[in-house]
């Protein structure tokens, strides 16, 4: 009898104390895992500070001498805003409820997220020159946040993931294209930078948008409702992401929806409300550029309608293009000058985010075109320094067809910021196209030393 009793009372202390053990872990205060130590913060923004905690718990918050207070809501949710903070650091943010959490090494700064496929999820160390990249990778002042977790059938509220400092020992793992890029800004501005990489290998856009955004897409719904895949990246590696200002954001995708021409011609429909999609989100329209496609040994598939509609998708205010089609791998789906990739991304920033003096912040893109006396002549955006042969010889790489749509090559002469086409064997040409290959040899540059994007006047299957 009294051993039964010895164990019933044990029996209920347990009890006891688990329950309050339960009451206690209920009531600490929760953070994201994008509010941890060595996070950045962006600046000059509204800058959210989030997590959970009992409901109707008084939460204080206080971070570079300022504090902040607030209460949960119903659901537990809390958050608080940081207007106009101011670059520098490192600070300690305390968050202070029933509990006391302490985020230490905290900066001020840029923060921009980096998305996309395996060109953006290609780490530093598989990129070309790694040595020498990592050798002078002591940059105490840009961190990276990778997300780890994976795809969701629902949108989460957290991920996975941590902050890293930049050194030569941590470098190597970072995403080359968002690093290099990131390492530029840090450069020239001279603040903190934090950089978010949320990518993954061999995924389509459809992936990364949310379902409720294209099913609500009139022209993306025949597409929409023959993917099995629709948004399940957006819900477990972007979601939890859109509390967190960024400054705005770089994307390298496309490879797997140039698997197929059907497939490629959403593109120019799919990019653009992604963009919507995610700043609707995020709360407002922050910039967004976006890598090319570059040249690569013929897919024959939908390579060059990907690229056009990326080219396309420039209609979009505020975004730009990095234009790759010179420094890509024709035997390697992932060229290794990521160096490149990352300055050409930069200089859109720089220039236009940023406002900083730069060369130039695109290659030349085409800005309208006519014809007359049997020549097209094709105007020009983003000719810094004027328009001319990357190498020296003859312009190379545009064709003409006519109304039989029988493509030959042409002629091409450059006239102050234009070019004038022609070709003897089709005196009254339709229609023009530039680089259209997924491998092309062309040479039209601007002063700057970027190239023109491939693009095409016609839109013809073939």
Not at 225 to 239: T, V
Request: charged letters at 20%; a positive charge.
């Amino acid at each position: 009898m009294t051993k039964c009793r010895f164990k019933f009372y044990g029996l209920a202390l347990i009890i006891v104390l688990g329950f309050k053990g339960i009451q206690s872990a209920k009531a600490n205060v929760r953070l994201p895992a994008l509010i941890a130590d060595h996070m950045v913060l962006q600046q000059d923004a509204a800058a959210l500070v989030w997590g959970w905690a009992d409901p109707n718990e008084t939460i204080r918050v206080s971070v570079a001498g300022r504090e902040k207070s607030t209460k949960a809501s119903a659901d537990g949710k809390w958050h608080v805003t940081f207007r106009y903070l101011k670059p520098g650091g490192p600070h300690t943010l305390i968050v202070t409820g029933k509990n006391s959490l302490t985020i230490n090494d905290v900066l001020i700064g840029e923060v921009w997220l980096g998305s996309g496929q395996s060109n953006m999820a290609m780490k530093v160390k598989a990129a070309r020159d790694f040595e020498n990249v990592r050798t002078n990778s002591m940059l105490p002042l840009l961190r990276v946040f990778k997300v780890e977790s994976g795809g969701a059938t629902n949108a989460q509220n957290d991920c996975k993931g941590c902050w890293q400092v930049c050194t030569p020992e941590t470098v190597g793992d970072f995403s080359a294209t968002l690093f290099l890029f990131g390492r530029e800004i840090h450069r020239s501005l001279d603040r903190p930078v934090g950089l978010i990489n949320s990518s993954v290998g061999a995924t389509p856009i459809e992936a990364w948008t949310s379902p409720e955004a294209q099913k609500a897409s009139v022209v993306l719904k025949p597409h929409f409702n023959s993917y099995a895949g629709i948004g399940e990246l957006f819900n477990g590696k972007i979601a939890p992401l859109t509390p967190f200002a960024i400054r705005g954001a770089i994307w390298y995708q496309g490879e797997a929806n140039a698997n197929s021409q059907k497939g490629a011609r959403y593109y120019q429909y799919q990019l653009p409300l992604l963009i919507q999609d995610w700043r609707n989100r995020w709360g407002y329209d922050f910039p967004f550029a976006w890598v090319q496609l570059p040249n690569y040994g013929s897919r024959s598939n939908g390579w060059c309608l990907v690229r056009e509609g990326m080219l396309k998708s420039l209609k979009v205010p505020r975004t730009g293009m990095a234009i790759t089609v010179d420094i890509g791998d024709a035997g390697n789906l992932h060229p290794k000058n990521k160096q490149e990739v990352g300055r050409r991304l930069s200089l859109w920033a720089l220039g236009e985010v940023y406002h900083q003096p730069v060369a130039a912040t695109s290659g030349p893109v085409p800005d309208g075109h006519r014809i007359r006396g049997g020549k097209f002549m094709v105007k020009f955006k983003h000719t810094e320094g004027g328009l001319l042969s990357g190498d020296g010889g003859k312009l190379r790489g545009f064709e003409l067809a006519g109304a039989d749509r029988m493509w030959k090559p042409a002629q091409a002469l450059i006239e102050g910021g234009r070019v004038t086409v022609s070709c003897t064997e089709i005196p009254a040409p339709t229609a023009l196209r530039y680089a259209w290959r997924d491998n092309p040899n062309c040479n039209l540059f601007n002063g700057a030393g970027l190239p023109a994007s491939p693009f095409r006047t016609d839109d013809w299957s073939k």
